[in-house]
């Protein structure tokens, strides 16, 4: 994790620097401690400008697993006791609809280390510690009050240290002239902000992409919703303020772009199939335009007149194949939804769905 701290110490510093031209109490014409708030801000920034392009991705590759929801079902179903098939067909449906499952975690997976990082960070400076202060490009405590680490071991947001969290004891806080009541307030305000906007940020996404259809996977999405800030009201104690700061920020933020990227991507039209697309909007010119590509399909794939259907002629059984219409291990892989090239998608789930009907009616008969 050393190169996590490094980098995350060098952009909070940068922006220290920039911002204490401004609020520092040496060079600053504004004498304040909201530079180092403002360093915080900084690194959000520049985390989101970095993730950004993933978190569009993320998105993109949420709405193709929502597209595919129907024909993954139908999968599930037409190949429900042969696992190795089954998963054939759906990484081929993947990759020819450029869909990603592993794609939702990589922005979670990314921030992680930078959150762990600003927690080790921000933790360290605090009037008792005077060992290894000038560590990750600090200017340690010998550097005297215009240094980085005494300028933040004193630094307050409105009468609390930026190290202290809601459980540090009284005499600590003596050193640096706050109290216990003043940081236990500042800190329970912030800290229901941080639990709220982690209410709001995951209940926005649920809302906008829809509640899961499957049990288990709607499970997880209340857990998300309910258990974190449930989690995080007792957990919280122990976070500092500065990072109570970042954490707040960053999900205003993310308030933020999810607002954006989701106009812009909105869900697809299954998801919300009790309300339909408002006429005008971007779904609905989305759903226009597959129906119209879906009946082109099914004009150029149609018999020309005087010509026979394809099909027409009944085909020799492969591998066991019944004259009722039951098709082998071999026949059901090769016309089963995920081999149809220049099917639409709605017709693939047509497809599938008739074969499985077939097959349980070809079983009822045996029966």
Sequence with gaps: MEWAYNGVSWVLL????????????????????????????????????????????????????????????????????????????????????????????????IQM?????????????????????????????????????????????????????????????????????NVKLVAGVLGALMILTTFLTTRQMILKTGWNEDPNQRMIQKVMLYGIPVIMIFSAGAFPIGVVIYWTINNLFSLAQQQYVLRKYPPPAQNSATKPPKPGSKAHEQMLAEQKEAEERRKNLAPKPGQKPKGSQPKKPVNGAGANGSSGPTSAAKGGPGSGKNLSRSERIARAKKVSGAQQASKKKKG
């Design 113 to 181: 280390p930078v959150f762990l990082a600003l927690f080790h960070v921000l933790r360290r400076p605090d009037p008792a510690q005077t060992k290894n202060t000038d560590l990750y490009g600090w200017s340690g405590i010998d550097a005297g009050n215009t240094g980085d680490w005494l300028s933040y071991v004193h630094a307050k947001l409105f009468g609390a240290p930026f190290w202290s969290t809601f459980l540090t004891p009284a005499d600590q806080l003596a050193d640096v002239g706050s109290s216990s009541v």
């Design 14 to 109: 940068f922006w220290h620097d920039l911002w204490a031209r401004v609020f520092g109490h040496e060079n600053g014409f504004l004498e304040s401690d909201w530079a180092w708030v403002l360093a915080i801000l900084g690194v959000v920034l520049t985390l989101r400008i970095i993730l950004f392009p993933l978190f569009v991705k993320q998105i993109q590759s949420q709405r193709a697993m929502q597209k595919l929801a129907p024909e993954i079902k139908a999968l599930q179903e037409r190949y429900k006791g042969d696992r190795e098939t089954l998963q054939k067909e759906m990484m081929e449906l993947y990759r020819k609809e450029k869909a990603n499952p592993l794609m939702g975690c990589l922005p979670i997976l």
